[in-house]
């Protein structure tokens, strides 16, 4: 993305800060191609047979952004940062009701670039890393920050460090330490 396209969508944000109630219709122009990068990322990790499309999860994330007026936008990166973590919660809601409806559940497909954990020792739901993720955050609030948004938001460490406020060195070594516990915590389920 460019600077001059980052820049108006921080000025679009600003704007919904603002009350400008147009400002998300203008800004999804904008953002789509990148939510919806990080749609597919999600949903490649999911069953292959997942009834949630990226292109819905997307349009979901971004109707439930549209609902919400208590959130002050500070740049992109935190825009796709509470992206990211809305995408998880709609994917672990569409998880709940699928293991309700059916009783069992479907493997997680870790990217091994993302958590590397052999293929026979993944975590057999979705729930399982959101309830991880959720006894992380009680422990390290920022390094579950780290690990939604590469995870379930496909954002760079870049991208994380601008939307935390944090230095990249800084996301690296937090991840490294975050995907070790993960990888301990995942194997105790």
Known sequence: MNDQAASEITTILKDWNSGDTAAGEKLLPFVYD???RQARILMSRERPNHTLQ???LVHEAFMRLARKSDIEWQN???FYGISARLMR???V???RNHAAQKRGSNA???SSDDIDIPVEQRADSILIVDEVLGRLAAIDDQQASIVEMRFFG???NAEIAEALGISERTVVREWQ????WLYRELNKT
């Open 108 to 110: 997680i497909h870790f």
């Open 76 to 78: 992109r990166a935190h």
């Open 54 to 56: 990226p292109t819905a």
């Open 89 to 91: 919660q709609i994917l």
């Open 34 to 36: 990148e939510l919806k």
């Open 93 to 95: 809601d569409h998880a």
């Open 154 to 156: 496909g954002l760079t």
């Open 177 to 180: 330490s975050a995907r070790l």
